[in-house]
């Protein structure tokens, strides 16, 4: 299955794609963690996408492309994909199709989940993140002791991307420039919408019978 899951910052993509990784074995791709580990890890790539994370702005297409390709060809991908927020505009998307036809991994089914904007603000600007890895939220999943990871200790933070200001300055982007994709993929007739407000669990079963023609 080659599979591309759709929706705005905080509407549960990940969570999904790690539950399909754990039901169907193929690898969850996500540039944000892609990103992400390079700003730790303070690669060239790293230290030019961190501005553009920070403020909730979308990084170039010029930046991303080359990592999907080379991401795709990897071996774990032999028997599909799920693609984790992206393409997230139109030229990403006419770019994404020039490459799965280049290596011959057509797109199934692109998964859209839709959660209101004012839910997402509150998701998203509770996140809590630790150096160890550890993530809680401060409404849904609050650490044991405040700001203090249970795990390791550390004291806990929040990402700059994930404060309310860039959270809603990442929903306006989304709107402006992703949202089109629902069109682009309808007309295609791969999309399929579904309830990101449900519980996780309802939300995957949902998802279950939607693959089962792929599987």
Do not use: W
């Not at 700059?160 to 994709?181: F, G, I, M």
């Amino acid at each position: 299955m080659n599979i591309i899951l759709f929706g705005p910052p905080g509407a549960g993509k990940g969570t999904q794609a790690k539950k399909m990784v754990d039901n169907y074995g193929i690898p969850q791709i996500s540039t944000g963690d892609i990103l992400r580990a390079n700003v730790r890890e303070g690669t060239e790539l790293g230290l030019a996408a961190k501005g553009y994370m920070d403020k909730g702005e979308l990084v170039p297409d010029e930046v991303l492309i080359g990592i999907i390709k080379n991401r795709l060809k990897e071996q774990d991908c032999e028997k599909g994909f799920i693609l984790d927020g992206y393409p997230r505009t139109i030229p990403q998307a006419d770019a994404l199709a020039g490459i799965l036809d280049e290596i011959n991994k057509p797109i199934d089914v692109v998964l859209n989940l839709e959660v209101p904007d004012e839910e997402l603000v509150e998701r998203i600007s509770g996140r809590l993140m630790c150096n160890c890895g550890a993530s809680y939220h401060r409404t849904f999943n609050p650490p044991k002791k405040d700001d203090v990871c249970d795990i390791c200790g550390s004291k806990v933070f929040q990402r700059d991307d994930d404060k309310e200001e860039a959270v809603k300055n990442r929903l306006n982007v989304y709107k402006k420039q992703t949202e089109p994709l629902i069109e682009y993929y309808t007309k295609q007739g791969f999309l399929v919408t579904l309830d990101g407000t449900k519980d996780i669990d309802e939300v995957f079963e949902v998802i279950k019978a939607v693959l089962t023609k792929f599987a």
